[in-house]
Structure formats: C-alpha cells, structure tokens
C-alpha cells in the first residue's frame, strides 16, 4: 500500500486562490487505511476548509467500498457522471490520497486543477489497524531470496547490501538507536533459518537503471512487459 | 612504491596517524600537524567529511601530502558519490600519486551537519573496494578497458568489538576476497578483547592495524560506551583519568594510549593513532612505545 499523511492544513490553504472553488477527493483504499482520505477523514477535510473560509463546492471518496482512487475507469466515472453537476462547477481538486490518486484524478477530469492534501511517505505492509511500516523500497531488483526475506535497501538506512556497517549498537541502527539494525534482523533470521551461509555471498551493486523513473508494466495476454531505463523485461506466465 | 604497503607485506609494524581537513579552505593547520607527525609515522590517514560534516575533500589533502612526500592513506567513502565518482575519484588519486586507499561506507548524513543531504551508498564497502580491484586490473566497473591502470593498495576497516562479533568477520572476508590487504579497526580499549578477535581472524592472514583513539577525559569514555557500537571503555582507565587533575590530563592521556599500544603491539601489524585534536601527544606517544 502506499502510505500518505495529510500536510499541515495552512500549507494546503496557501495552495488556494481566494474565492477558489474546491472539491475534495478522498480514496477509499490506501488512504483511508492511512487516516488521511477515507470518508470521515474527506468529510472533515471539507468542513475544516470551510471553517477557514474556503469555498467547498462538494467531497466524495469513489466507492464501492474499498476500491482505490487510482483505479482510473471507476474515479471517472463517479467524478464524470455520480458527481458530475458538482465536479463541473470546481476550479480545482483538492486530492486526499497518494500522488498516484493526485495523477488518476487529473486525468479522471480530463486534465482537471489538482491539489495535494497529502504527503505520500512510502509503501508499506498495514501491520496493525494502527501501525503501517516500510519494508520495500520498490527498487525493481529484488534480492531478498539472499536475506532471509528482510530487504537490506529499505531495513538498513543506509541500504548496504553486503552486510551491516560497524555501527549497531544493542541490535540499534546507528542512525536511529530507536530502530532495528536491519542487518542484525537479517543476521538472526538467517541464522535461524540455518542459512547463514547466504551471507558469504558477493552481492552486485544494483540495477539503479531498473530504479529510474517513471516505469511502466503493460499487461498484453498471458504476458507482462516493465519498461524501465534499463530496457524492457517481458515475462511470460506460462513458460 | 607505497612504504605502507612495503612495510605491511614485510610483516613489520606500522604506526600510522590521521589527520581530518578543515572546514574552511585553509589547510596550512592540517600540514603543520602532517608535518609533525611526519618522522614518526609510516602513513596518515585523511578522513572523508568525517561524521558527515563538510570539509574539504580527502583527495586534496592527500594531495599535498604527496607534495611535501608523506605518505597519505586516501580514506573513501560510499556516502556521497555513486559509482561514476568513486571510479573517477580513484583514478584522479592515482594521478596525484596517491597509493592507499581505505574503503569505508561513510557515516549518515543525518549523522552531520547536512541532514538532508541524500545519502548515495549506490555501493557498499564491500562493492566499493572490488570496484577498487578492478581498476587495479584495468577495467571499470562496467568492464570497459582503461587505457593504462592504477595499483592502489586497499583497506578496510572492522570493528572487532561488535555484538555480535560474527556478522563482521562475514562482511571481513567478504572485503578479503574482493581486494582488502589491510584493515583498520574500531578504537581499541580492552587488549584482552581484541586479543580473541585476533585469533578468531589469523587464519585470515590479512594485516590488522588497531585504532587508538586518545582519550581525552572520563565524559569522552562515557560518551563513546553508551552512545559508540563495539567501545567499551573499561571503568579502571575512566577512573584514572577522572581522579586526575585537569592540568594533568594531557600527560595522563598519553600514559594510556602508550599503555594500550605496548599491550596490542604484540597482537597485530600495527596501530592507527587518532589523536582528535591532541596532535601534539603523538610524537611523545611514539617516543614512548618505541623506547
Ligand atoms: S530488494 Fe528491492 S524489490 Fe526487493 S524488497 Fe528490497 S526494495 Fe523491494
Ligand atoms: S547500523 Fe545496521 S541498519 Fe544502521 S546503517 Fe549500519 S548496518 Fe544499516
């Protein structure tokens, strides 16, 4: 999931023009999970806006329920037609939702004014109903097959790949005494794992080529194409 | 011909000292105590924005070492280049004459004085220094040809007091086999420690050279023990510097060091004293060990 915090109210009311005509789209999958735009979290959004002055043209978070603000057909459809009278009438978006959802609605409106009520921090795995936490860095060149799962590029902080800097203390990153070394986590679960041996493995420097930005995966049949800087992978499914 | 390494490969042991750039654009401070320690030492390290502070560059400083013919130990870190500049400061510091090199991944901007700097690490140690050997074979990274070649000596640095110690004998061997000739360690303070991290890496053959942190007063010692992995400074040494008067400590600071250094001396290839500031003590310190 991609996790998201909402910025400071001031910096999105210095956003708006006075007398802006706003309509805020929150996402009913990430973003609600995240406190940041599910409903109550859209529905307050609007109504602290108003209290400040701003002129709230309308709020809705896409349904059915669940279903993500960047899942392009249906935001079209609920901000094009559902709301489409109120939508009409905005100057501009106001996006309660990750910068993928911020994209979605620009092109959900036909190139529409759009806001970012959020910051979009990372992806992450929702470990409680309180508690969301990194453990990928979508690098597109894995190599947890050698790190007993644990990923060395978003655990370590400064994401060595051939084994922990000398710098932990307690089992306490350097960096942060407040965080887990991630290669002492890497280290213990390989031991228990009785893999350890995977440590003594050379790793390569990575791919940064299959990290540039922006990327792209085109599903055609049974097979699937990612396009990055460093050319395209196709994978086919059925070989 | 690089005398470090001569004297390493000969099995003789080396003193080496270090020396960290000044934040500013006036070295002539950081050559008078490079020439201080100039009759003493086989080497100096330079440092590389130690803690993540910005100075000038290491490569400059081991620079005008070279000019005035001593011998720098050009320190490299991961921390702020990615593998275009790391490849193209190696061969700039074989044009200048630079010979060894230590490979280090470099402490966390958050650590310094830039915060939010973005931290590099496109390589590890471990990367950085096979990168290193491949130079030396005359290739890049990318495995193009270079038109004629460098032959860096290259070192790593362990920390022989880490828990758990395993890990880093792993990543130690892993340096070994991409290219590490020497190592330099974590300050040492307990002989006897560093005594069963010797002979847990003999069979390893590489030359170990202790680092020998001066320190300077017991709130240093405690500092480094609650906040710095793998030191522990044992109470009797806090203690003896804590019952002694300030005037005093200088002298007292030099007593130590040269005590832990006859202690190690026995254990390895050599030291790496890093006075922090105390320049002046290495020379008496030296003095000492060698009587
Ligand atoms: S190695 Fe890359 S893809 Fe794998 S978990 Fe880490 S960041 Fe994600
Ligand atoms: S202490 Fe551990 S997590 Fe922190 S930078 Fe070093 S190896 Fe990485």
Redesign the pocket.
């Known amino acids: 999931m991609h996790a998201t915090i909402q910025k400071p109210i001031d910096e999105i009311i210095g956003y708006l023009d006075p007398g802006e005509k706003v309509f805020v789209v929150g996402c009913d999958n990430c973003a609600a999970k995240c406190h940041s735009g599910g409903i109550p979290d859209t529905q307050e959004m609007a109504s602290r806006l108003e209290k400040r002055g701003v002129n709230v043209v309308g709020w809705c978070v896409p349904q059915p329920k669940g279903i993500s603000l960047c899942k392009l057909a249906n935001t079209k459809k609920v901000l094009q037609e559902e709301y489409g009278e109120v939508t009409k009438q905005a100057d501009s978006f106001l996006i309660l939702a990750c910068g993928q959802g911020i994209h979605t609605v620009m092109d959900a409106t036909d190139g529409g004014m759009v806001h970012a009520g959020c910051d979009t921090i990372f992806g992450g795995e929702t470990v409680t109903d309180d508690f969301i936490t990194e453990y990928c860095s979508l690098c597109g060149d894995c190599i947890v097959e050698y790190t007993a799962g644990l990923c060395p590029v978003t655990?370590?902080?400064?994401s060595?790949l051939n084994g922990?800097?000398g710098?932990?203390k307690n089992g306490?990153?350097?960096?942060d005494r407040n965080r887990d070394?991630?290669?002492?986590l890497i280290y213990d679960r390989l031991k228990e794992l009785g893999q350890l041996d995977k440590m003594d493995k050379y790793i390569m420097p990575k791919n940064n080529s299959r990290w540039s930005r922006p990327r792209s995966l085109t599903m055609a049949g049974t097979e699937v194409t990612f396009r990055s800087l460093a050319g395209d992978v196709t994978i086919s499914r059925q070989d | 011909m690089s005398k470090f390494k001569e004297k390493l490969e000969s099995g003789k042991f080396v003193i080496t000292g270090e020396i960290g750039p000044p934040k500013g654009v006036n070295i002539e401070k950081c050559l008078h105590d490079a020439e201080l320690l100039r009759d003493y030492v086989t080497a100096i390290n330079i440092t590389d924005l130690q803690s993540a502070v910005l100075r000038i560059g290491s490569l400059a400083v081991s620079s005008k070492l070279i000019e005035r013919r001593i011998e720098p130990i050009f320190q490299l870190t991961c921390r702020d280049r990615n593998r275009l500049a790391l490849q193209s400061d190696l061969l700039s510091a074989w044009a200048l004459g630079i010979e060894n090199v230590l490979c280090l991944t470099g402490d966390?901007p958050t650590m310094g004085d830039h915060a939010e700097a973005k931290p590099v690490y496109d390589l590890d140690s471990v990367q950085l220094l096979k990168a290193a050997s491949t130079l030396n074979q005359g290739r890049d990274m990318s495995d193009h040809e270079l038109d004629s070649n460098p032959n860096f000596f290259l070192g790593a640095v362990v920390t022989p007091g880490a828990e758990p110690m395993e890990p880093q004998i792993i990543k130690m061997k892993k340096k070994i086999a991409v290219g590490a000739r020497f190592f330099q360690t974590q300050a040492i303070y307990e002989p006897d420690k560093f005594e069963s991290f010797i002979n847990q890496v003999k069979s390893l053959n590489v030359p170990v050279i202790a680092g020998i942190v001066i320190l300077k007063s017991a709130a240093m010692a405690k500092f480094m023990n609650e906040n710095v992995?793998g030191i522990t400074v044992p109470e009797d040494i806090i203690n003896e510097m804590s019952d002694t008067p300030k005037e005093d400590r200088k002298k007292k600071a030099a007593e130590i060091t040269a005590r832990i250094i006859r202690q190690v001396k026995p254990l390895c290839q050599g030291v790496h004293i890093m006075p922090l500031g105390w320049d002046e003590l290495v020379p008496e310190i030296i003095k000492e060990v060698e009587a």
């Open positions: 655990l370590c902080a400064k060595l922990p800097c710098g932990a306490k990153c350097e960096v070394c991630g290669w002492q | 966390h992995a």
